[in-house]
């Protein structure tokens, strides 16, 4: 479990003023499972895009285009949410802690997409502090392993092989 709320990261944004604990995301924070269609992700700002590079941007913008990649969470439930990454150091900025609002969560990173399918993965998440967990963490991994089958989400099959072969390797270890 990964926890952000007075987790030193959290402090030291609170100190400097950088925090956006209190961040309103409208329109901008997506459950995955709600975009899937047709055994494809769509875009959510583009009823007739499956989601892929580049996304659609809603108008009055902050997030950016290069390179186009999502923010994600998954909660202690396995529910998996993710914004389009945006500069984050803009205020009305959506951070990893805005998906669920400060709670603890299983796993936190990026993700890109390509014709409809999740493509690839990071574990770069600095409010949660779970850069080095695709690697090291056995249950960061099963969690993503678990929310994709269990929210049925779209992933590309070699990425959910890359995933297996770290769970493997971690379990071996």
């Given at each position: 479990?990964y926890?952000?709320?007075?987790?030193?990261?959290?402090?030291?944004?609170?100190?400097?003023?950088?925090?956006?604990?209190?961040?309103?995301?409208?329109?901008?924070v997506?459950?995955?499972r709600?975009?899937?269609?047709n055994?494809?992700?769509?875009?959510?700002?583009?009823n007739?895009?499956?989601?892929?590079?580049?996304?659609a941007?809603?108008?009055?913008?902050?997030?950016?285009?290069?390179?186009?990649?999502?923010?994600?969470?998954?909660?202690?439930?396995?529910?998996?949410?993710?914004?389009?990454?945006?500069?984050?150091?803009?205020?009305?900025?959506?951070?990893?802690?805005?998906?669920f609002?400060?709670?603890?969560?299983?796993?936190?990173?990026?993700?890109?997409?390509?014709?409809?399918?999740?493509?690839?993965?990071?574990?770069?998440?600095?409010?949660?502090?779970?850069?080095?967990?695709?690697?090291?963490?056995?249950?960061?991994v099963?969690?993503?392993l678990?929310?994709?089958?269990?929210?049925?989400?779209p992933?590309?099959?070699?990425?959910?092989?890359?995933l297996?072969?770290?769970?493997?390797?971690n379990?071996?270890?």
């Amino acid at each position: 479990m990964y926890e952000y709320h007075n987790s030193t990261e959290n402090l030291k944004r609170k100190s400097e003023g950088r925090c956006r604990c209190a961040t309103l995301p409208l329109n901008r924070v997506f459950e995955l499972r709600k975009l899937v269609r047709n055994k494809l992700i769509w875009d959510p700002n583009d009823n007739e895009k499956v989601l892929s590079d580049p996304p659609a941007l809603p108008a009055n913008s902050v997030e950016v285009l290069l390179p186009p990649k999502y923010i994600f969470a998954i909660s202690k439930k396995f529910e998996l949410r993710v914004a389009l990454d945006c500069d984050r150091q803009q205020d009305n900025s959506v951070k990893h802690e805005t998906l669920f609002h400060n709670e603890p969560v299983l796993a936190a990173g990026e993700l890109t997409f390509r014709s409809g399918k999740v493509n690839a993965i990071c574990d770069r998440s600095g409010s949660y502090c779970t850069i080095g967990a695709l690697q090291t963490d056995p249950s960061f991994v099963r969690s993503l392993l678990r929310t994709f089958q269990s929210e049925f989400i779209p992933v590309e099959t070699a990425l959910i092989n890359s995933l297996k072969d770290l769970l493997e390797e971690n379990d071996n270890d």
